[in-house]
């Protein structure tokens, strides 16, 4: 009798913790799973692939900047001066065209009245199956994204978030009177600060590309392969939404990015898909597509760059610019003299890096 009495406290005691913690979590919420953020709390903003999709559905605006870390530089209040917006930045550092879009379902599907869209696509991933996803980075907070409170438990009841973020919280803001409020999404994942630029970084001990003697072609299997992506991934959503604008770009990747192509043979493969992407995208009338990579002053720069894809913040700054203005945007009368004049320069481009001007 002792023993079964026991046996029903304990479950009791046990229920109260569990109900407790889990109010926890749920009433903080790091995650903005429930709800907005509490105005007494401060928030970081540290972990795009559990924050996004809250900061989609809870937060305020009427735009977004997504992409990956190509975006990650962009900051939200040039975004919102220059086209007159509050908008939000969900970037995902290395997704997928898949990744991306999903998350920008999920937005329009939160209710939100979307003026403007602004997202990178990702220059060398055009070539990417449809349904491709990141693996690399751990388990994905599926749970964070479904609308299945069973499987919640592994938010309200996970021990990091409740000891390593939720209770450093509350005892920031109700013991030590630290100020509500959240990153800025200037901040949220921003890199460009605290990197090191220039051809040295890039290029390393490599100062010379020597051109493949074989050629990739552009295979039919990889032409369907861009179909689908490119229909899947980029243009179904804008057709479902014809009174949103969005603005698409491709990155424009360095030069030392095209001297890897040049040395494996696959410039004109490359080229190929991009304008057969192109092609799709441009038969959707509610999607402005720019490219830069006819910018050449920004491509064979390297002090713009610290790997051979990823560029400063100042160009980030820059493409808003020339966003605004038009410039690089690929239209059905111009598209074509684009990827012409794209293919000749990077086809006879001499990949020699010897005489490098540093910052």
């Known amino acids: ?39 007494s709390m401060f928030y970081s903003l540290n972990n795009e692939r559990s924050q996004n999709d809250g900061i989609l559905k809870h937060f305020e605006y009427d735009a977004v900047i997504t992409g990956t870390s190509m975006a990650q530089n962009f900051k939200t209040s040039e975004f919102n001066e220059i086209f007159g917006t509050d908008a939000v930045k969900v970037c995902f550092s290395g997704g997928s065209y898949k990744e991306i879009n999903e998350n920008l379902q ?21 070539i990417e199956a449809k349904d491709t996803m990141r693996s690399d980075l751990g388990e994905y907070p599926e749970y964070l994204y479904d609308y299945n409170i069973f499987n919640d438990v ?9 000891f390593k973020i939720c209770l450093p919280m509350l005892i920031e803001s109700y013991v030590n009177g630290k100020e509500g409020g959240r990153t800025s999404f200037d901040e949220y994942s921003f890199w460009g600060s605290n990197q090191t630029y220039g051809g040295e ?28 992506n490119i229909e899947q991934n980029v243009i179904k959503l804008a057709r479902e939404h014809p009174d949103t604008i969005f603005y698409y770009f491709f990155s424009p990747y360095s030069i030392a990015y095209w001297a890897g192509l040049y040395e494996a043979g696959k410039i004109d493969r490359q080229i190929d898909a991009e304008q057969y992407a ?37 160009i980030n700054t820059d493409i808003l610019r020339m966003i605004y203005e038009g410039t ?8 074509q ?7 000749e320069f990077y086809s006879k481009y001499t990949y020699r890096f010897y005489d490098i001007d540093e910052k």
């Not at 869209?117 to 055009?126: A, E, N, S």
């Not at 003299?337 to 293919?343: A, G, M, P, Q, V």
Request: with cysteine.
């Open 154 to 162: 592994k938010y309200i009841l996970n021990k990091e978030i409740v």
């Open 106 to 126: 999920r937005a329009f599907d939160s209710g939100h009245e979307i003026k403007y869209v602004l997202r990178c696509l990702d220059y060398g991933k055009i």
């Open 201 to 228: 970084i890039v290029l390393g001990d490599k100062k010379e590309y020597v051109k493949s003697e074989e050629v990739c072609t552009f295979t039919e299997r990889e032409h369907a392969i861009v179909q689908e």
């Open 1 to 39: 009798m002792e023993g079964k009495k026991w046996f029903i406290g304990f479950i009791i005691e046990l229920f109260l913790l569990l109900t407790g913690v889990s109010l926890i979590v749920i009433v903080v919420d790091p995650y903005f799973h429930y709800h907005k953020p509490v105005r």
């Open 278 to 314: 192109i092609e799709l995208i441009l038969t959707c009338p509610n999607i402005k597509l720019y490219s830069f990579n006819n910018c050449w002053d920004i491509t064979t720069d390297l002090n713009n760059y610290k790997d051979s894809n990823h560029y400063g913040d100042w």
């Open 337 to 343: 003299s684009y990827i012409d004049k794209e293919r």
């Open 328 to 335: 690089g945007l690929l239209t059905e009368d111009n598209y």
